[in-house]
């Protein structure tokens, strides 16, 4: 009769803190240069997006481009749940109706 030998759970790699908190400033860092640009774009587009009712869509943005990178590093964001249940085509048909 042999014995089983059984595997011992291994623990996921944690990145350490610090490594961490350098991931965090540089998605904040590209956040910061990305956002400007954005804005800047969409001015010389003609949308005037500088007024203080822009305030939340261009909060809501800079949350989208972190969740992307968030994503991107295998780490989670707020906005991942949200928008792995937003319908693509629903969002679509949404945004096409309000524009009326």
Same mark, same amino acid.
């Given at each position: 009769?042999?014995?089983?030998? !059984?595997?011992?759970?291994?623990?996921? %790699?944690?990145? =350490?803190?610090?490594?961490?908190? @350098?991931?965090?400033?540089?998605?904040?860092?590209? #956040? @910061?240069? *990305?956002?400007?640009?954005?804005?800047?774009?969409?001015?010389?587009?003609? !949308?005037?997006?500088?007024?203080?009712?822009? #305030?939340? @869509? #261009?909060?809501?943005?800079?949350?989208?481009? %972190? $969740?992307?990178?968030?994503? =991107?590093? $295998?780490?989670?964001?707020?906005?991942?749940? *949200? =928008? @792995?249940?937003?319908? #693509?085509?629903?969002?679509?048909?949404?945004?096409?109706?309000?524009?009326?």
């Amino acid at each position: 009769m042999s014995a089983r030998i !059984y595997p011992f759970p291994q623990r996921q %790699k944690q990145e =350490s803190p610090s490594g961490l908190r @350098d991931k965090l400033t540089e998605i904040e860092e590209t #956040v @910061d240069e *990305i956002v400007p640009e954005l804005l800047g774009m969409l001015i010389t587009a003609g !949308y005037d997006v500088s007024g203080d009712a822009y #305030v939340q @869509d #261009v909060a809501l943005i800079v949350e989208s481009m %972190k $969740a992307i990178m968030f994503r =991107s590093e $295998a780490m989670d964001h707020g906005l991942h749940k *949200i =928008s @792995d249940r937003i319908n #693509v085509t629903d969002l679509n048909t949404a945004c096409a109706n309000t524009a009326r």
